[in-house]
């Protein structure tokens, strides 16, 4: 029903392209001088005219067609005269079959599609596009109406094909249901992404599923191609491959849900290498209690959380889920009455009762928007990342004034990680009077629910459990047998294993002294709640196979 429709600026900040503060001052510049939303933000110089119409066709979920990257064939052209295009600013685009594909300028209109029908014999399908790009379309209506468009040719994974051809194979109603149907199917089993890449004769389509990279499937060398354009077409590419590194998104939709697709195309030796991440914000989530955390962990985090003041690290190796944790802590120290504001690369979801900024808005530099962040006196301030020593040694002096600061690090563990709040050069003294503690995570692959069997477990596991104190006889393992739900791998989603470490003032004093890392780390061992436990913990309740627990301890 309309009514749930997400209303524009909800839609432009899911995507990434405003933050609440600029849809705030767009709402305000709308108020005061009338006119549409949209209208208000192309004249702030916050979206351009491209960026509005896709996201209010996405809106009203009615098709929408870049008249750039898609230019109208001589043969849509020649079906309909332009005095009738200009009569209703809509464009012939594509013929498929006996469909006629036709840009419009108000998609909405119903004697398009009647004039559209009548005049070619055809069904048509009407699209929004841009009114610039529709004018200029009418502009040249003749000259592109001589232009011949060259039928689609076989072609071998990596070759040079010409754009139009590219163009014409992508949007085939074939070509589209493939796509679509991957991208569903991708999101439905669990995946994180996926990859078009060349393989032999053909293209590969491989799943990156718990973070593994599993072969699903393998294209045709034509449908490879046809694919790859497809992909590249909807994030605003252009069809043909070329030899240098891009990177794109788009918005689809699955099973009602808003997924972002981010796409980064790479030459390799043998053809384009595509690889699609797929950014599903509704299947998050942001609540403490969900992040897997032991009820003793849980209870201790919340502990430091309620100083609201402090520098609070959040480490692990990339893909860990350090950026979920962050947002659920910001969501759950940032409540009413206090003031939260999330810095970010860029903003992917939004956090409700949280501000957030985007250090692309900032001239790129996380520094630069951290510093704007901190000029409104924030309660709580989550900063993505710690690239350098300016950021850390600015992140640690508001932490040190009374703030509560929650950042990540890229560490192994919670050691690794105050060795690398170190090394980026901030002083001791204050790292000391900033920190407050360090929750290190990641994530491993957890039994398949579907296929999961109770099993003995290998002599090695029974030794490392009571060497931590944990009884074999309560333990329940599984391993998952294979089914289709998991493509036979017996594993299916991924559960984080934490460890945290809490700074006491013994440990403040070490690190304000200046004394040796051997040191810090012989004090800190007998406080942690190691990785290795908690992953032990976790296989003998049958979350996780006795194998992974192993890798991890």
């Keep these: 029903m309309i ?39 192309i004249a702030l110089g916050l979206c351009s005219e491209l ?9 009203v979920e009615i098709p929408f ?34 469909r006629l594909l036709v840009a419009a300028r108000n998609p909405f209109d119903i004697r398009i599609d009647e004039v559209m029908r009548r005049v070619t014999s055809l069904s048509v399908v009407v699209a929004a596009a841009v009114e610039s790009q529709i004018q200029d379309v009418l ?48 999101v439905r089993r669990g995946a994180s992404g996926f990859h078009l890449e060349p393989e032999g004769d053909g293209v590969q389509v491989r799943y990156r599923l718990d973070g593994v990279m599993v072969t699903v499937r393998q294209l045709s060398p034509e449908l490879g191609a046809a694919a790859q354009s497809r992909v590249r077409l909807m994030c605003g590419l252009g069809a043909g491959a070329v030899g240098e590194p891009r990177e794109g998104r788009a918005g689809v939709r699955v099973d009602g849900r808003a997924v972002e697709l981010r796409v980064s195309c790479l030459p ?61 802590l910001v969501r759950e120290v940032g409540r009413e009455p206090l003031h939260a504001v999330a810095v970010e690369e860029q903003v992917e979801v939004v956090l409700p009762g949280v501000h957030q900024l985007s250090a692309a808005r900032c001239g790129g530099s996380l520094l630069r928007a951290l510093e704007c962040a901190l000029l409104q006196e924030p309660d709580v301030v989550m900063v993505g990342d710690l690239p350098d020593a300016e950021t850390a040694d600015l992140a640690s002096r508001a932490a040190a004034q009374g703030r509560m600061l929650l950042s990540a690090v890229t560490a192994h563990g919670a050691l690794d990680a105050l060795d690398r709040l170190l090394d980026l050069g901030t002083t001791p003294a204050r790292v000391a009077n900033s920190l407050i503690g360090i929750l290190a995570q990641r994530l491993v692959p957890r039994v398949c629910e579907q296929c999961a069997e109770f099993r003995s477990a290998p002599p090695n596991l029974w030794q490392a459990l009571e060497a931590r104190g944990i009884s074999p006889a309560v333990a329940h393992f599984r391993l998952g047998r294979g089914c289709s739900h998991c493509l036979g791998r017996g594993v299916h989603g991924r559960v984080a294993v934490h460890e945290l470490l809490l700074v006491d003032e013994d440990m403040r004093y070490l690190i304000a002294e200046r004394r040796p890392p051997s040191l810090l780390h012989e004090h800190a061992r007998p406080r942690l709640l190691t990785m290795a436990s908690d992953a032990l913990q976790k296989c003998a309740r049958g979350l996780i196979p006795p194998q992974e627990a192993l890798r991890v301890s």
């Design 3 to 41: 009514a749930k429709r997400p209303p524009l600026g909800s839609l432009l900040q899911r995507h990434g392209i405003i933050s609440d503060r600029q849809l705030q001052s767009a709402l305000e510049h709308q108020r005061a001088r009338g006119g549409k939303l949209g209208e208000a933000l």
């Design 139 to 186: 502009a040249r209506y003749e000259e592109l109406k001589g232009q011949a468009a060259p039928e689609p040719a076989p072609t071998a994974p990596g070759a040079r094909v010409a754009e139009p051809e590219l163009i014409w194979a992508g949007e085939r109603p074939e070509t589209v249901a493939l796509l679509d149907g991957l991208i569903a199917d991708a």
């Design 51 to 59: 960026e509005i119409a896709r996201v209010l066709a996405e809106q």
């Design 268 to 328: 390799g030796s043998r053809g384009e290498i595509l690889g699609c991440r797929l950014v599903d914000s509704e299947q998050e989530s942001f609540r403490l209690e969900d992040l897997g955390l032991v009820p003793d962990s849980l209870q201790r985090l919340r502990g430091i959380l309620t100083g609201r003041h402090g520098l609070l690290l959040i480490a692990g190796p990339g893909g860990s889920g350090k950026t979920t944790t962050l947002r659920a």
């Design 65 to 98: 067609v870049d008249l750039r990257q898609t230019p109208p064939t001589s043969q849509a052209l020649s079906l309909v005269s332009e005095a009738t295009a200009r009569a209703h600013s809509a464009v012939p685009v594509r013929v498929d079959g006996r």
